[in-house]
């Protein structure tokens, strides 16, 4: 009986995922992988037929974990779509490299198309349905406004990201800014009064 394998494909994933996360796509091989692990190439390649793959399942990885820590499982504020645009921006501060792979790289565009953020367009349009001034309007209105808002939130995500530097105030006073603007217009288009 052949020995067990005890680097699984679970293991090499996540090796992967960290090499991302501190080094970039670009850092990404089956030999920075067996390095990181204290083995050979073999497991890498016994477990993923090929790079691609792995590359495939790394940048699942990196969707699920922004979703979950940056867009709509964080604490940033009390606000729920607020809270969205400051995660976003402190994704683009904090985790650049992941970044860089999901919005500014032709490695997933390659993988699901130019448009990346729709891709879990409903999952950000049910955490806008949580805040209690945006949970009056429907589906279509909040897609619409998370569109406009992305388009805003990106380019301040931009600025953080080639200027870390970058007062979390003055991001947060911009982006709040910016927010109220369209959500009070979208909610006057839409004759819903706020309080």
């Known amino acids: 009986m052949p020995p067990r394998q005890t680097i699984t494909k679970d293991v090499i994933a996540q090796a992967a995922f960290n090499l991302v996360r501190n080094k970039g796509i670009a850092a990404l091989s089956a030999r920075s992988i067996a390095t990181s692990l204290s083995c050979?190439?073999?497991?890498?390649?016994?477990?993923?037929?090929?790079?691609k793959d792995l590359e495939k399942t790394v940048i699942d990885m990196v969707l699920?974990?922004?979703?979950?820590t940056y867009?709509?499982?964080n604490d940033f504020s009390n606000d729920p779509f607020f809270s969205m645009g400051l995660g976003y921006i402190q994704l683009a501060k904090k985790d650049p490299h992941l970044f860089d792979l999901i919005y500014l790289?032709?490695?997933?565009?390659?993988?699901?198309?130019?448009?990346?953020?729709?891709?879990?367009?409903a999952l950000l349009v049910q955490t806008?349905?949580?805040?209690?001034?945006?949970?009056?309007?429907?589906?279509?209105?909040?897609?619409?406004?998370?569109g406009h808002m992305w388009i805003y939130t990106h380019g301040l995500a931009m600025l953080a990201r080639v200027n870390p530097d970058l007062g979390d105030r003055i991001i947060h006073d911009?982006?709040?800014?910016?927010?109220?603007?369209?959500i009070s217009g979208t909610l006057q288009e839409n004759e819903i009064e706020t309080k």
């Open 128 to 146: 806008m349905q949580k805040d209690p001034v945006l949970n009056h309007l429907g589906k279509d209105v909040l897609t619409d406004l998370l």
């Open 40 to 51: 050979s190439t073999q497991p890498v390649y016994s477990c993923f037929n090929t790079m």
């Open 64 to 68: 699920d974990f922004i979703f979950k």
């Open 71 to 73: 867009l709509t499982g």
């Open 174 to 182: 911009r982006l709040h800014e910016m927010g109220h603007t369209l």
């Open 105 to 121: 790289s032709d490695h997933t565009q390659k993988l699901f198309g130019k448009d990346v953020y729709p891709k879990k367009k």
